[in-house]
């Protein structure tokens, strides 16, 4: 007697085979792969695009490297003002008149004339400064240990401070600023 | 003898140390870049000899900078006369005083000029110092570069 024949789903697979109608399973991992589980992402297959990162860096580079400008070390010359005000402290009999350097400014020639007392030194720039450095340290050798910048308003500044470095240099006591004339 | 064929589908640039070296100096230049710096104007100082360098200053100092044209600018803005004096006795009124004399303050404050602005803006700043208090006054100042062979 013949056996009905089963139809293909219930047939028994041949081994190795998937059973019909199942999708094959997925190749066995090679040696010293680990088995990837569902949802976990590819790490193998992920490629991190640098090239943007790394154009943007090299902007960033390029930005700091051209903006900036190293800090130099300054240098500094002290001045300080009179503490007192009025004549409350002032003993009059003990006080001598300072050094009087002026400054005058030729707004047509720019040139920065140099006085000592009354007497004309020459022009700043050329040689006015030096010959006042000489004339205040013979006025110190007398005992008057301070001196005076009167410069005018229009003076530019780099005189001021060429005259004070030059006062410096003479070792004075005091140096002061005369007050501005009033407005 | 022939050239070895080389297989360019193996060719791998290293990119890491590169991007090492990138990181390291974009960090450099933005350590060393001091945005902050806007205290300090772009100026060609006067030269002194005699200045010392200014180092170590205090961070709380206050620095004015007076420009070519005239301007007295702090932390980059331009003040007028009377907002110089309210600034000025402000940084009077907060900052320490002196032992002998309360009314006085004990700090220094910085006057940076252009060497060719007019004397007068600085005598304003010296003016308004004396007014409300203030009589440590440091003014900045290039020093000069030592000659070539000098000791």
Not at chain 1, 63 to 91: H, Q, R, S
Request: charged residues 30%.
């Amino acid at each position: 007697m013949a056996t009905p024949e089963r139809p293909a789903s219930q047939r028994q697979p041949a081994p190795g085979q998937p059973p019909p109608g199942r999708k094959p399973p997925p190749p066995p991992p090679e040696e010293g792969k680990k088995k990837r589980r569902r949802g976990e992402p590819d790490i193998a297959g992920t490629d991190l695009n640098m090239t943007p990162m790394i154009d943007c860096v090299f902007q960033l580079l390029i930005f700091f490297m051209c903006a900036t400008k190293f800090k130099t070390l300054e240098g500094k010359l002290l001045a300080y003002l009179p503490k007192d005000k009025g004549l409350k402290n002032v003993k009059i009999e003990e006080q001598k008149l300072p050094i009087r350097v002026t400054l005058m400014w030729n707004a047509h020639t720019r040139q920065a004339k140099v006085y000592v007392g009354q007497q004309y030194m020459g022009i700043a720039d050329k040689g006015g400064l030096k010959a006042a450095e000489s004339r205040v340290r013979e006025i110190k050798t007398t005992g008057t240990e301070k001196a005076e910048i009167d410069a005018e308003p229009k003076m530019p500044f780099k005189y001021v401070v060429e005259t004070l470095n030059a006062l410096i240099r003479t070792r004075v006591k005091e140096i002061s600023f005369a007050a501005a004339p009033p407005s | 003898m022939k050239p070895r064929k080389i297989d360019e589908g193996d060719l791998k640039m290293e990119m890491t140390p590169m991007i090492d070296c990138v990181f390291q100096l974009l960090i450099f230049f933005m350590i060393c870049t001091e945005i902050a710096q806007s205290e300090l104007e772009m100026l060609t100082l006067p030269h002194a000899s005699e200045s010392i360098p200014d180092e170590k200053p205090d961070k709380k100092r206050m620095v004015l900078n007076v420009t070519k044209d005239g301007k007295i600018k702090f932390r980059g803005k331009s003040k007028s006369k009377q907002q110089l004096h309210d600034l000025l006795a402000l940084e009077a009124r907060i900052a320490p005083k002196e032992k002998d004399n309360p009314a006085l303050s004990s700090k220094a404050i910085l006057i940076r000029s252009d060497s060719e602005a007019e004397y007068k803006h600085v005598q304003l700043i010296m003016q308004e110092c004396a007014t409300v208090g203030i009589w440590k006054l440091e003014l900045a100042a290039a020093s000069q570069k030592k000659a070539k062979g000098a000791d």
